[in-house]
């Protein structure tokens, strides 16, 4: 079946540091992949979004390309401020499966001033 | 706008009872969507709705829960004779439907069972 694997955290890093969290996935199909963020206290919201191969997502000056060669969908930052400390989730919803989500096991990113 | 809303907020109760939690999704979305976050599992999929189609069961841990939508719009979460691994944080989102739009997360309904 399809499956989204996650690079484990806790990850800690300094303020202005160069941020990857390594995502890659198995699906049969076609999937869209995505990047959700969990701010504390709060909800799961939308980071950012590639709905084919080679598309590239950005927000917030996070990045992350769709790479069909190697199932990946890897997300950066140039460099990350103490507001970025969150927990990442990278998740594929598969074509014409309605959309439901398939998430990661997440990563918390906790950045120090 | 509004956004989604689910309650209560949080519950606990006690093993064996039922319990029915609520979603009131974005109005105009037609997919609706129910996930359970716990720590042993992470963020699973329970189960799916899209306008008048019958509702992907397939994420359904077992036959005690179970779930409808009236009219299109608010969902009702039921679990029956609750277990304590059922305890979790119980998350609802709603989307405009298919494959890549964007999902918009309540604030889930952490139920705790004794």
């Known amino acids: 079946g399809n499956s989204v694997t996650q690079m484990e955290g806790p990850v800690t890093l300094s303020e202005e540091a160069f941020l990857t969290i390594n995502c890659t996935y198995t699906a049969t199909g076609y999937p869209s992949l995505f990047w959700y963020v969990q701010y504390p206290g709060e909800g799961l919201q939308l980071l950012l979004k590639a709905t084919k191969a080679d598309d590239k997502g950005s927000n917030k000056g996070f990045e992350a390309t769709y790479r069909k060669e190697t199932t990946s969908f890897h997300l950066e930052k140039g460099s990350v401020q103490v507001s970025d400390s969150a927990v990442y989730f990278c998740a594929l919803s598969e074509y014409n499966q309605g959309g439901k989500l398939i998430f990661g096991q997440g990563t918390e990113l906790s950045v120090k001033p | 706008g509004a956004g989604v809303s689910q309650s209560p907020s949080n519950k606990v109760t006690e093993k064996g009872k039922d319990v029915e939690l609520r979603c009131d999704p974005i109005?105009?979305?037609?997919?609706l969507y129910w996930y359970r976050q716990s720590l042993g599992q992470g963020l699973e999929f329970l189960i799916y709705?899209?306008?008048?189609?019958?509702?992907?069961k397939s994420g359904l841990p077992s036959d005690r829960f179970s779930a409808e939508r009236t009219g299109g719009s608010v969902s009702t979460l039921t679990i029956q004779r609750t277990q304590q691994e059922d305890s979790a944080v119980y998350l609802c989102?709603?989307?405009?439907?298919?494959?890549?739009?964007?999902?918009?997360f309540g604030p889930g309904t952490r139920l705790t069972v004794t």
């Open positions: 709705f899209q306008g008048n189609s019958a509702p992907d």
């Open positions: 989102a709603s989307s405009k439907g298919g494959d890549s739009y964007e999902q918009y």
């Open positions: 109005s105009g979305h037609t997919a």
